[in-house]
């Protein structure tokens, strides 16, 4: 083993690029405003992988002969396992104390991830990764479960690179290397363009896996292949340009043309992550994926971080090295795993919904915290661990002891027996709890019967014996000719997307039809109200109040106010989703419409949820209980109904 590490040797620019990435993640976890692609630092990290495992084992191969499966799996258990088993420990011990009512639903998370299946398990179960208004304090393991699924792999791999490809190495790299293409333009092939809903919408979006249909977003955002072209790019990279071998090599000459190279790979990332946008928004149309991202995007990535790493490692580099391999990056990029595990629970924790955005000072307080935690684990936790602590511990444990040695070890079990008790608790907490929603689910879920689906006909409440007050509309089984069930205008119909549903309850005992659905895009309002105008059940009154979930631009609303313009009084709601960028645009263009429609007023809500955050749930956006009385209330006063 002293060959090999001669061989290789520590290359402090690589703990420099792991810093940079593990920052771009945080940032973009912490408020996706401040760096829409940040997401991508755990591209990465693929590469970094692909890399440098691949060069550990070339460098044991080269000096051994072969490669020591169980050493690499030990060494890679003795560097991975402990830190993430004391992060899922405790999430599963603060949930038990403090937020028992999510152990139910956090069980099979907590099951996947000590498996290193929780990338497959969020896409067969749907929990997309890109929900916003979900409690997920172990979200971001999915890529941790791709990488541990690549070691227990590659290592079979370049056993038989080694015993079989050692003299033709190079063109074992060009397949690495097409392998990585031929996944991106699968990829490309497999994801669809257009908006995304549930299956019945959208179910282009979907498709079969086992038996079972998955979102196409994220089982190409989430699966092992789709992801390991990074992983295979890093290795191809690793075959070509071993740091051992550029020593005598020509590449040594022109040092300042890799440090360009580098620096150009170091901006194009820079670059990437400023401009691309998140992997799915919502716009006009509805929620969509960002083409380019899956077609190509992932690829430019992969091909922008081999140049970085490239010119790190390169020997002769005397700017671009040196500067990633700087103390304070270094610092950073050995504790980067550790990092990447604390700061998001510590971020759930906090905020409790994974897309609320951080302001500035939540930021600085929360990243400092989970540095804190960091450097514990990596002082008393991995390093220990990793330096044989265990095997030295159980070995001096089979020793035969006699009195103060005796002791003193009495006195450690008596201390383990009591430390290990809180742990149990949250493991018996885990394993015996009852999966329930959440409180803004169940809020969602218990409205759902003080609804009307205007396009479809159907009525939440009668269909289980009650009524809301109000006439519906139904379809004849051609699905052209509406039929009305009454004849009644509704005087007051109101359109909302999962912000107005949480609210339908008390609108309804207000005389308000109350159209509302989860994740409703902007766009669907425009069918409504032509549907409602072509069957003349238009009232006094129509409000509208989305905008959560998409964005929408002027001509849709300008063909909104075209079958509304007979009706006395158009209510628009402005929107309170503060860690969107949406949010101030789509409230510019909503107050701005007054100015060109007579008929149309505005209720800004978004001042009133500004001024009193007491009114909304923790995800700022979902109104609580006593604010719903509050929101009812001043829309009868805006349509002049106190």
């Avoid at 699968?186 to 086992?210: C, H, K, W």
């Avoid at 008390?506 to 895009?521: C, E, F, N, Q, Y």
């Avoid at 079958?563 to 628009?572: A, E, I, N, T």
């Amino acid at each position: 083993m002293n060959k090999q590490t001669n061989l290789l040797g520590y290359i402090p620019s690589l703990d420099g690029i792991r810093a940079l990435s593990v920052l771009a993640v945080v940032v973009y976890h912490a408020n996706k405003i401040w760096l829409p692609g940040g997401f991508l630092g755990v591209e990465v990290f693929f590469v970094i992988s692909g890399y440098l495992i691949t060069l550990l084992l070339l460098a044991e191969a080269e000096t051994h002969g072969s490669v020591s499966l169980k050493q690499f799996w030990l060494r890679r258990a003795r560097r991975l396992l402990p830190a993430l088993w004391v992060v899922i420990l405790g999430v599963v011990v603060f949930a038990a104390l403090f937020q028992r009512e999510i152990l139910g639903t956090l069980r099979g998370d907590v099951v996947a991830a000590l498996l290193y299946g929780f990338n497959w398990f969020q896409i067969w179960v749907g929990t997309s990764y890109f929900t916003s208004f979900e409690f997920v304090p172990l979200r971001h393991l999915w890529s941790l479960a791709v990488e541990e699924q690549f070691y227990l792999v590659w290592p079979l791999v370049m056993l038989v690179v080694a015993k079989f490809g050692k003299r033709r190495l190079p063109v074992v790299g060009v397949v690495f290397f097409f392998l990585s293409v031929a996944l991106a333009i699968y990829m490309a092939v497999v994801y669809r363009s257009g908006t995304i809903s549930n299956i019945g919408d959208t179910p282009e979006q979907f498709m079969g896996l086992f038996g079972q249909q998955v979102s196409r977003v994220d089982y190409l955002f989430l699966g092992t292949f789709t992801r390991a072209g990074g992983l295979l790019l890093g290795a191809a990279l690793a075959i070509w340009w071993r740091p051992w071998l550029l020593q005598n090599s020509k590449a040594m000459k022109n040092s300042r043309l890799f440090d360009g190279i580098g620096l150009a790979g170091l901006v194009s990332l820079g670059l990437m992550m400023w401009r691309f946008k998140t992997v799915i928004e919502g716009t006009d149309e509805g929620t969509v994926g960002y083409d380019l991202l899956f077609r190509g995007g992932f690829f430019l990535t992969d091909l922008a971080s081999v140049a970085v790493i490239a010119a790190a490692v390169h020997p002769a580099s005397k700017f671009f090295a040196p500067t990633l391999g700087n103390p304070v990056l270094v610092w950073l990029g050995r504790r980067s795993y550790g990092f990447y595990l604390y700061h998001w629970p510590v971020f759930q924790f906090y905020r409790r919904f994974a897309g609320q955005g951080l302001t500035p000072y939540e930021f600085v307080v929360l990243v400092l915290l989970a540095l804190a935690l960091t450097e514990l684990s990596y002082r008393y936790i991995e390093t220990p661990v990793r330096q044989g602590a265990l095997s030295r511990w159980w070995a001096d444990f089979r020793q035969p002891a006699f009195g103060a040695i005796l002791e003193r070890r009495q006195r450690r079990i008596v201390l383990v027996a009591f430390a290990a008790l809180l742990p149990m608790f949250g493991v018996v907490s885990l394993a015996t709890a009852q999966v329930r929603l959440d409180e803004i689910a169940q809020n969602l879920s218990d409205n759902e019967a003080n609804t009307v689906d205007i396009l479809s006909g159907s009525q939440g409440q009668n269909a289980q014996g009650g009524s809301t007050g109000s006439a519906t509309t139904i379809l004849n089984q051609d699905a052209t000719q509406p039929t009305s069930l009454d004849g009644q205008v509704i005087d007051v119909l109101a359109i909302g997307d999962s912000v107005m549903l949480g609210a339908a309850n008390v609108l309804t005992r207000r005389g308000i039809t109350v159209d509302a659905v989860k994740s409703r895009p902007y766009r669907q309002a425009l069918e409504i109200v032509n549907f409602m105008k072509s069957v003349n059940r238009l009232g006094s009154v129509v409000i509208i109040h989305l905008g959560t979930n998409n964005t929408v631009d002027e001509k849709t609303l300008d063909e909104i106010m075209v079958p509304l313009s007979d009706v006395p009084l158009v209510l628009f709601v402005t929107v309170h989703v503060p860690s969107e960028a949406r949010q101030n645009t789509n409230n510019r263009r909503i107050n701005e419409l007054p100015l060109r429609y007579e008929n149309v007023k505005v209720f800004d809500w978004f001042s009133i949820a500004e001024a009193h955050p007491e009114y909304l749930y923790s995800d700022k956006t979902h109104i609580r209980v006593e604010g719903q009385k509050i929101y009812a209330d001043l829309i009868m006063q805006a349509i002049g109904r106190p």
